[in-house]
Structure formats: structure tokens, C-alpha cells
């Protein structure tokens, strides 16, 4: 129990850091903004993704981008290079917190 007091103490006084840290963050991003995320998928999973070209795509997991396209491309380079088998993807997406849904 004493384990659980300590945690819920370091979540509670995480989650208000991250509050304050994208109040403070959050005016600088007022116009949409650019990231690019690089990845290798296979072949198969690759062709999943041109059939539903056009439709909404749902990530189960946080992603890592750079505002840098070449960090994206980068990524994509080193991955290819470990398997030759591997289709290299950027994901270009445009972020516009005006868009934004908050809940409480």
C-alpha cells in the first residue's frame, strides 16, 4: 500500500508538469505544423496501407516525429539497411491543435 501512496504522489505530480510544460509549449504551435515519422514496414503491411489509401489510419501506440524531414528519412535509411526486405515509409502529417479535442 505504502508503494501505491508513493506512485499515485509521482503520477499526480507528473501529469502536472506535463500540463504546465504544454501550457507553456502550446504558444508556440498556434499555426498547423509539419512532423515526419520514418518507418519500415513489411511488404504485406505496406500494401495494407496503399488499399486503404484515403481512409483514416489509427495508430495503437504513441509515435516518435521530428519536425525535420530528414530525421524521418534518416530513420528509414538505417532501418532498410538492417533488412533489405523492409518497404520505407514516411508519414508526413500536418498538426493543427485548432482541431483539437480536449476531455477532462
Do not use: C, W
Not at 511488404?43 to 516518435?64: I, R, V
Not at 533488412?83 to 515509409?89: Q, T, W
Request: hydrophobic letters at 40%; glycine letters at 6%; aromatic letters at 10%.
Amino acid at each position: 500500500m505504502e508503494a501505491m501512496s508513493k506512485l499515485g504522489f509521482f503520477i499526480r505530480s507528473l501529469h502536472l508538469q506535463l500540463k504546465q510544460l504544454h501550457q507553456q509549449q502550446s504558444a508556440n504551435f498556434r499555426k498547423p505544423f509539419t512532423v515526419y515519422r520514418g518507418q519500415g514496414m513489411t511488404k504485406e503491411d505496406f500494401k495494407n496501407l496503399l488499399d486503404s489509401k484515403g481512409g483514416l489510419l489509427s495508430f495503437n501506440n504513441f509515435l516518435s516525429a521530428s519536425m525535420e524531414r530528414k530525421v524521418g528519412m534518416e530513420f528509414v535509411e538505417r532501418t532498410m539497411k538492417k533488412n533489405k526486405d523492409i518497404v520505407g515509409v514516411i508519414f508526413i502529417m500536418t498538426i493543427d491543435q485548432s482541431k483539437l479535442s480536449t476531455s477532462n
